[in-house]
């Protein structure tokens, strides 16, 4: 399943790193810009549950009829579909969780059937997902995303491979008036998870609210230890371009992209994260479970590391909690104790990844 996500890029971050997905009708990559409004709406997280408002990559279609059907756009949508048919004037008010859709039923369910049918097909975004080990005490969280990889990576033109180092100094490109992007994203490469989406409106007045589900799958091998579901992976350009392209795949195909797929990465992470107020970098510093040292670092989880612990703070837009009334006090609070776990444990000691 997937209860839990990471997704810390601020927004232009978010957008330069989903260039690796969009490309012009000429084949050149472009920087999918975001709904009218939608980037203020959006607040990274370390710690995001369902509730609340993540971005996703979908078909400009979707708002517009007559854009290209190639045009991607990136929306802020919430975290567990609200059927268009629902006639409550609250989410709240729903009696079932849809937050995760199972892929075995996403064709019997009304739920997720109408959504699908109608090609209401979107990618989840994230640094990764969170999952939680049972054991004879209590569970183990651990933090699962996409290899990463440092260095020049030899096919220019392969996403699944795209994943350099960041450099916090180095300024962030600017589209340019076409909307290409001049330079290739070289931080954190984003996990890329199916869902389908829907939009609700409130019987008596009230704003259309859009909200998605995680389409899962049984988990891979090297992930049946710690559950045995896992988020429908898309690997690649391809794999996104087909899953959201509806006009010429229909959904039928489209199904057949929900497979699992034994390519992920992952490493315990500390008990913080089970409360999802938690909202800190240490959410994702990894821990070893057999000392209370921390491990020798291996290349992909020194990268995560590197991004998470030194990436330019005044890139990112203040970060969202599951609990506004907490306030500033809060963020102080978590502020002082990642500055404590930074000196304590150093920004450069990273574990053995799974």
């Not at 049984?218 to 049946?224: C, D, I, M, T, V």
Request: aromatic share 8%.
């Amino acid at each position: 399943m997937c209860g839990r996500t990471a997704c810390t890029l601020a927004p232009d971050e978010m957008s330069r790193a989903c260039s690796s997905y969009c490309r012009d009708r000429s084949g050149k990559r472009r920087q999918p810009r975001w709904r009218d409004g939608d980037a203020d709406n959006y607040r990274p997280s370390y710690n995001k549950s369902p509730q609340s408002m993540s971005p996703v990559l979908l078909s400009q279609r979707h708002f517009d009829k007559n854009a290209p059907a190639d045009e991607c756009v990136l929306a802020v949508m919430r975290w567990g579909l609200v059927p268009a048919w629902f006639k409550e004037d609250s989410p709240s008010k729903m009696q079932f969780s849809t937050s995760n859709c199972r892929s075995e039923n996403i064709l019997v369910k009304k739920s997720y059937k109408d959504p699908l049918i109608k090609g209401q097909r979107c990618v989840i975004l994230a640094d990764g997902f969170y999952e939680w080990k049972k054991q004879e005490k209590g569970k183990q969280p651990f933090f699962i995303y996409f290899p990463q990889t440092q260095g020049k990576k030899e096919d220019q033109n392969d996403p699944t491979t795209s994943a350099l180092n960041n450099n916090s100094e180095t300024a962030s490109p600017d589209l340019t008036e076409e909307g290409e992007v001049p330079g290739e994203w070289t931080g954190w490469r984003l996990l890329t998870m199916a869902g389908v989406f829907d939009c609700w409106t409130p019987p008596v007045d009230g704003e259309p609210l859009y909200t998605y589900s995680v389409i899962t799958v049984n988990a891979s091998p090297n992930l049946q230890s710690i559950h045995h579901r896992m988020p429908a992976i898309l690997d690649g350009e391809e794999e996104v371009r087909r899953w959201l392209d509806f006009g010429q795949v229909k959904p039928l195909d489209a199904v057949k992209l929900l497979q699992s797929k034994n390519i992920l990465n992952f490493h315990p992470v500390s008990s913080i994260v089970n409360n999802s107020r938690n909202n800190s970098p240490e959410c994702l510093q990894p821990v070893d479970l057999n000392s209370k040292k921390e491990p020798k670092p291996t290349a992909s989880s020194k990268m995560m590391m590197s991004w998470v612990m030194t990436s330019a703070p005044s890139k990112r837009k203040e970060s969202d909690t599951q609990d506004q009334e907490e306030g500033e006090s809060k963020a102080e609070t978590q502020q002082k104790s990642v500055g404590a776990l930074q000196q304590s444990s150093g920004a450069n000691k990273k574990p053995k990844t799974s």
